[in-house]
């Protein structure tokens, strides 16, 4: 497989192209001054402290919300899932 | 105007009206409307609601502020076993598993969700004219867009057919539909309120954000939605805001606005006299204004869209007809995933998903979305100084007044850029909360990080100085 991938495979959408409005915006961003090159040394982190970290445990889902999850199932099959086959083209 | 919801609520007391007829009016209005507001209506869940409220109000039992209190919400929250659409054809038969944490707050209030309301798809425009369900009317001229990309929030609070809607601002989706329907709308704090259950647009900055009539009710709403959440881990605990710590304002001594923002040639002539009119009242208070120097608009919206559009990518990278939504089956599940998306994505959400993939993509990330977070770290920067200058940065909300319907879908730059005044503020996670006064489409009050408080009481004395 080529390991050029092209924004359409990129998306998944087919025949996308890049767009000449948003590419205007990138111009400016391309053309900007930054007098900070460093993207990590920034001061909106809104991390998390060790000691504040949610449990680490498996919560079981409703009924109601297990039922809903399958009615949205675009295809469904004695209660499973359908998905297309997997074959890597 | 006073605050709505407690003159309901006594109303409600004093059972000068009934919860159920209070709904059913609303209802009635949402379903007779001609301005594209509604989604879809959750009529017999919300009058069952109601009649439980009379019956606690006939048994002599207290109610709560907000109990039987009639909301909106935006269609990209979810509520259980309700659609949430994110007004997308994709998602157009898709039902919430459960219930947004901001939402669950209010239905624990005693609040009734009567509406999902129309918006752009995913959050992806700033006129509500990207959706399925057509575009959005203007609340003041149906012939104007109604703001975006929670126009439908905000059209329906203007109108009265819901008392207060909880819109979603990540670039100033609530502010900008604010402004432009004449309403009062609030970005708190970036982690102020959960972001758990609002279908992420960019997770950076996505804020959950009331829309009212009142300083008061945005109050009452803001304090219901807020705290720690262990289901979004940015969020953090906030205190309680009293309305008597907002009606003070002796405390506010100076006032800043950004220069740059009203020397720019893209402002409305008439958004410039009268905003510079609103900032001499200020100063006739008493208060010092500051000019403040900031990044030129063209740099604050391309950072933000650069940043929202690779944040975007990544967070509708999951949406391929999988699991849910509407799937269209080809010869393999590739290709599946291509189709769906191509055929179920509007243009829009396909230009952003496009452009965020181009920046994140090797050869581009450094050049653009690195340079963009280093840009938005220096922005942040600017604004904590500024903080030291100043109390509250004022600004206007757009540059210029809503376009027709119509005109935003043909010039997406256009579009983008009528962005330039909102983005910073989100870029920057900071509250900013527009007032429907001193220009046509309102002004914009910001404070300090985590001091929504402030803002709120800055909101109160323009009230009566402008």
């Given at each position: 497989m080529s390991k050029i991938m092209t924004v359409d495979v990129l998306s998944s959408i087919k025949g996308a192209q890049p767009s000449e409005a948003v590419n205007r915006l990138f111009d400016v961003i391309k053309n900007a001054q930054t007098t900070n090159n460093n993207p990590f040394n920034n001061n909106h982190n809104n991390c998390v402290s060790l000691d504040n970290l949610r449990d680490d445990v498996v919560i079981e889902s409703s009924t109601v919300e297990k039922q809903i999850i399958k009615d949205n199932f675009p295809k469904e099959k004695d209660g499973y899932l359908v998905v297309s086959k997997v074959i890597d083209a | 105007m006073k605050s709505q919801i407690q003159h309901i609520h006594q109303q409600l007391i004093d059972k000068t009206i009934s919860c159920v007829d209070l709904v059913q009016e609303k209802l009635n209005l949402l379903k007779d409307n001609t301005h594209n507001t509604v989604n879809s209506l959750l009529t017999d869940v919300a009058l069952e609601q109601a009649a439980k409220v009379d019956t606690k109000i006939a048994n002599g039992e207290t109610i709560g502020l907000l109990e039987g209190i009639p909301f909106g919400i935006k269609d990209v929250y979810m509520l259980q076993g309700t659609y949430a659409t994110a007004s997308s054809d994709l998602l157009k038969k898709y039902k919430s598993a459960y219930t947004a944490t901001a939402i669950q707050k209010l239905l624990d209030a005693g609040a009734i969700p009567i509406v999902k309301e129309n918006c752009d798809s995913f959050g992806h425009g700033s006129s509500s004219e990207n959706t399925i369900f057509g575009a959005v009317k203007n609340a003041v001229n149906p012939e104007l867009v109604g703001g975006g990309s929670s126009g439908g929030s905000a059209v329906n609070v203007a109108k009265d057919y819901t008392v207060f809607s909880i819109g979603?601002?990540?670039?100033?989706?609530?502010?900008?539909?604010?402004?432009?329907?004449?309403?009062?709308?609030?970005?708190?704090?970036y982690g102020r309120i959960s972001r758990y259950g609002l279908m992420a647009y960019a997770s950076s900055t996505d804020c959950v954000g009331p829309l009212a009539k009142s300083v008061e009710d945005i109050r009452i709403v803001l304090n219901a939605m807020s705290g720690k959440d262990t289901k979004d881990q940015t969020t953090y605990t906030s205190e309680t805001i009293e309305e008597s710590n907002i009606l003070n304002t002796s405390d506010i001594k100076t006032v800043g606005y950004f220069k740059n923002f009203i020397e720019s040639e893209a402002i409305d002539a008439q958004i410039k006299n009268d905003f510079l009119a609103s900032i001499e009242k200020i100063k006739a208070k008493g208060i010092q204004v500051k000019e403040l120097d900031f990044f030129k608009s063209d740099i604050l919206v391309s950072t933000y869209y650069t940043l929202a559009m690779a944040e975007t990518a990544s967070n509708l990278s999951r949406l391929d007809g999988t699991n849910y939504g509407d799937r269209i089956d080809d010869k393999d599940l590739k290709e599946s995933y291509a189709v769906t998306r191509s055929e179920k994505f509007s243009e829009e959400t396909k230009r952003r998903i496009v452009g965020?993939?181009?920046?994140?993509?090797?050869?581009?990330?450094d050049e653009i979305y690195l340079k963009g977070l280093a840009l938005r770290d220096?922005?942040?920067?600017?604004?904590?100084?500024?903080?030291?200058?100043?109390?509250?940065?004022?600004?206007?909300?757009?540059?210029?007044?809503?376009?027709?319907?119509?005109d935003s879908l043909k010039d997406p730059?256009?579009?983008?850029?009528?962005?330039?005044?909102?983005?910073?503020?989100?870029l920057g996670q900071l509250p900013t909360l527009t007032v429907p006064q001193g220009t046509e489409t309102g002004l914009q009050v910001t404070a300090a990080k985590n001091n929504d408080e402030l803002v709120l009481k800055f909101a109160n004395f323009l009230k009566d100085t402008i």
């Open positions: - | 979603g601002d990540t670039g100033g989706s609530v502010r900008q539909p604010a402004g432009y329907n004449n309403i009062y709308g609030l970005k708190p704090t965020g993939n181009q920046v994140l993509s090797q050869g581009f990330s220096a922005i942040s920067e600017n604004f904590e100084k500024d903080f030291e200058e100043v109390n509250i940065i004022l600004s206007p909300v757009t540059p210029s007044t809503p376009p027709k319907i119509g730059l256009a579009m983008y850029l009528s962005d330039a005044y909102t983005v910073g503020f989100s």
